[in-house]
């Protein structure tokens, strides 16, 4: 099978897979969410205590920031390596290691937020941690880049590029879709016992004012529940297969376990996602969709050369 017709059958058996998976959700979201959160979030509760959905809850947006430190921490080893200006050196070294350690700390400091969210934990005391972690991670994730041969380097600069620029636009979407269409949360509403607010994913909503939400659930984002940034994040695990590419992993089995993992994780989150009434069906769905189109599109134009473009052209 030539370029053209796979590029072809992979098109079609997205859309056939995505719109058979929407159209289902679309009208099943809250029986869906009514059987998954049964057991794991109890009548009036806002935050649930299960225990699968709590773990991934804290560690599902993890893909993201590791991959964006990652990236910088690339960038860091590259300028360290082949740049000659010293003044310029220095300070776009400085740069990368405190963006670096920033994601670091942001990361450590959500998976924190979630873990300790019912505890009474002395916030100097956690700060002091994620300051310590953040270093310690910094520190030991730029040794393990530095050992990769300066070639490797070379090639893992464009893979670091564009998944900062691909996941700062994956976010930016999702967060433009949120705030307008404001869907009320199945958590939201079943602290006040009421689902006559949940309307379906295409319904614009707008949101709330932020003091009657506060007061209500003790949180202001009780109406983003669409589409689900966590799914979103985790998603980020395929930028992996963008970095396999670059560096010209041919073996198959590297290649399957790598797609694989992330699809399995990333379906694990957004199971995660709904069993805590955080979100419905519908929006992980799409929260996983726009982080997975986001890769396949840079892949495409950044890493491939438009390949798959120009075979569908050609005739």
Known sequence: MNLKKKTILSICLFFLIFGGLLITATFTDLQVSNILTKFSLPEGQYYADDIFGSVFETIGTSPEYFIGAFAFQ??????????????????????????????????????FNYIFRHYDISPAFIWGVIGFLGCFTTVFGTLAVNNF???????????????????????LTVQMIKIPMGRMRYRAMNTINDFSYYTRWYVA??????????????????????PSGHTRAAASLFYFTTLIDVLGVKSKKVRFFVWIGAFLFT????????????????????GGTIGFVYVILSKEFFICGCSHIKSLIKR
């Open 149 to 171: 041969s300066d070639e490797s380097i070379k090639k893992m600069l464009k893979f670091a590029f564009v998944t900062l620029v691909a996941m700062e636009a994956a976010v």
């Open 74 to 111: 690339i960038i860091l080893i590259y300028i360290t390596r082949f740049w000659n200006k010293k003044a310029l050196k220095t300070l776009l070294v400085a740069a990368a290691a405190v963006a670096s350690f920033g994601l670091y700390c942001v990361w450590f400091n959500e998976m």
């Open 205 to 226: 909503n707008g949101q709330p004012d932020k003091d009657m939400m506060r007061s209500l659930f003790g949180t202001t984002d009780a109406c983003k529940s669409f």
């Open 267 to 286: 379906a694990l989150v957004a199971v995660s996602r709904i069993m805590v009434g955080a979100h419905f069906f519908s929006d992980v769905l799409i």
